[in-house]
């Protein structure tokens, strides 16, 4: 692909994490109010419950964004996640990306840093993988417009 995205550093960094943050307070309220406290009043969830973590984790970052193309990070932001040629990406693109969270934010975020800022397009290693871009709202027009005319 020749098409140059900008990175927004910036932007991909707080919208990650406004993100991460919003899952973590929900994952830590919903702690508090539904488990209990061991002797050393820790707070734990077990059981059945325990599965409902996960389970936001995955509606928030794999079908919110893949119906949306952003989380709320992103809105905030005015990123949008989409296919490396411009058009909206689908369940099974955030998907991709999302697994590789792990690798990505391992570290404090570096290596998706270090991917970011070496790749041409600023993709982390999700983004290669699910081939999508995280652009500004106001730039996925572009992308389309310069696909359409590159045949």
Known sequence: MNYK??????RKIFATIIDYGLFLMATILYTMLIGSPNDQGVYSVNGVPALIIPTLWFLYFIIIEGEYSNTLGHYFLNLKVVQTNGQKISIKHS???????????FFYGIPALITISKTP???RLGDLWAETLVVHKDDVEHIKKYFN???
């Open 95 to 105: 998907l991709k990306r999302r697994l590789l969270d792990i690798i990505d934010l």
């Open 5 to 10: 995205t900008n990175p927004y550093y910036a």
């Open 121 to 123: 397009n600023n993709q």
């Open 149 to 151: 005319n590159e045949k």
